[in-house]
Structures are given as structure tokens and as C-alpha cells.
């Protein structure tokens, strides 16, 4: 079977043709590609460009039905490294047509008010998302996305320690699962100096749940403060062992040596 080399005239690298590419950017791809959400999101378009009055009911038909009722083939072109012949199917405008009412003049300026309305508080809540980790980042002087955050919001995933090599403060951490399944090493470290700004891959202190789920939440403050002087306490307590159990190895060592001293005398 032959194969598309790289660059091959009329392909754009080794999977796709040119025409193909094109294809796509017209909204047409082959039907293994239309999903359900595409195909509502492709109705609603047409519907709100030519001002017909869509209905959410057809939401509830699966997948097939919005296939067999919405779409319709259009063309095919050569696709992956074996140019196999795709047929791509795109949106049946007539079929829309048929099936969604024109709008009326006060419909359309209802519809309108809605978006306006949407849009602005969409501006709204993003300008007090961002007010708040601007204050967050001014009252606790780090990133709501930094080791030192994360420090505080889990102390059970992290731990202190002092570098031998360079007698540098480290923060010792396990990343959270999210991370770790996309594939990155589960323990990491980082130098206290450069906590504060020094990212945790899938934590945010604003975002809560996980995956499809994943959102942005308001955070109480004085409840930070608590986790925050906690963490704090914890890394002095720790700081002050290491000084003691130091100070002990030297005093040790330090006799060691008097005596020593007193034996070659």
C-alpha cells in the first residue's frame, strides 16, 4: 500500500490533503468526527445567523437521530498516510430551515437583551474572579497556583527539608492525582526562595472538583489565614529541630575534638 511521504504535494504534512484541511475550516468533517454537542452547537449557529427560533427540545434525540435529520454528506478527500477516501458531511441548511420558525422583529431584539445581558454578567463575574486572586496574591504574598499555596492548603502532601548540597530550604511535595495520571512525576521539589511563585500542575486555590467538574470557587480569606499561619508554625517547629539536632551534632563534635585534645596531651 503507498504511502504519503512528508510534504507530498497537495498534503499538509503526512495525514491530511489540502482539500481536506478545507473542508474543515467550511464546518464539514467526516461523521465519526460529528458529536452530538457539535452538531447541536452547529444548529444553534445557523439558527441564530439567519434568525430562526431554535428549539431546545432537540437536544433530548441521540446522536443518530440529529446525524440522520441535520446532516448530510458533502464531499470526500484523502485523509491519513495511506490516502484513504473520507466522506465528509456538513450541515443540511434545509433541513434546519424546515425545522425552526423565522424569528419574529421582538423576538430577535428579546434574543438580543438575553445575549447583552449574558455577555455582561459573563464580564462581571471574570472581573471579580480576577479581583479576587489579585487580592489574594496581595494579602498572601504568593500565587493561588504556587508551592507555597499548596503548602498551606495541603501540609499533608508537603515537607520541609534543608538541601546537604547547598544548605538551601527545600519544599518536598506530591502532586495531585490529576497530575500524576496526565504523567508527571508524582514527588517534586522546589527551593523556598521561589515557592511563592513556582507552579503546582492541576491546583489552583480558586478551582475545586476535578475533570468536567473542575470550576472556579470563591475562597474564604480569614480560613486561608488560618492554613497559611499553620503551615507557617509547622515550618518554624521543624526550622527549630533542625537548628537543635545541628547544634546537638556540633557539640558533639566539638568534644569529640576537646577530647581528642586532652588524650595527646
Not at 223 to 235: D, N, P
Request: aromatic share 10%; charged share 30%.
Amino acid at each position: 500500500m503507498t504511502q504519503v511521504a512528508y510534504g507530498q504535494k497537495g498534503y499538509l504534512g503526512s495525514s491530511m490533503s489540502v482539500r481536506a484541511a478545507e473542508a474543515y475550516e467550511q464546518g464539514e468533517m467526516p461523521i465519526s468526527r460529528w458529536t452530538k454537542t457539535a452538531i447541536i452547537h452547529a444548529v444553534k449557529d445557523y439558527c441564530f445567523d439567519f434568525d430562526l427560533a431554535y428549539d431546545p427540545d432537540i437536544e433530548k434525540k441521540t446522536k443518530a437521530e440529529l446525524a440522520k435529520e441535520f446532516l448530510e454528506y458533502k464531499s470526500w478527500h484523502h485523509s491519513s498516510r495511506t490516502a484513504r477516501e473520507v466522506e465528509f458531511f456538513g450541515l443540511n441548511e434545509d433541513a434546519v430551515c424546515r425545522s425552526f420558525e423565522q424569528m419574529s422583529e421582538e423576538q430577535i431584539i428579546e434574543r438580543d437583551r438575553q445575549m447583552a445581558d449574558e455577555r455582561a454578567a459573563l464580564e462581571a463575574r471574570l472581573q471579580f474572579m480576577q479581583s479576587r486572586e489579585k487580592e489574594f496574591e496581595k494579602k498572601f504574598e504568593c500565587n493561588p497556583s504556587s508551592v507555597l499555596a499548596y503548602e498551606a492548603i495541603h501540609p499533608e502532601m508537603c515537607e520541609r527539608f534543608i538541601s546537604r548540597r547547598k544548605n538551601t530550604e527545600m519544599i518536598k511535595y506530591r502532586l495531585p492525582t490529576e497530575a500524576v495520571k496526565a504523567g508527571m512525576k508524582e514527588e517534586q521539589v522546589c527551593p523556598v526562595a521561589h515557592a511563592s511563585q513556582s507552579r503546582v500542575a492541576y491546583f489552583h486555590v480558586f478551582m475545586q472538583g476535578t475533570g468536567k467538574k473542575r470550576h472556579w470557587e470563591n475562597v474564604d480569606f480569614e480560613v486561608l489565614a488560618e492554613k497559611f499561619t499553620a503551615a507557617k508554625k509547622t515550618s518554624l517547629s521543624s526550622k527549630s529541630k533542625r537548628c537543635v539536632a545541628m547544634a546537638n551534632t556540633l557539640d558533639g563534635f566539638s568534644k569529640g575534638l576537646s577530647s581528642r585534645s586532652e588524650t595527646m596531651r
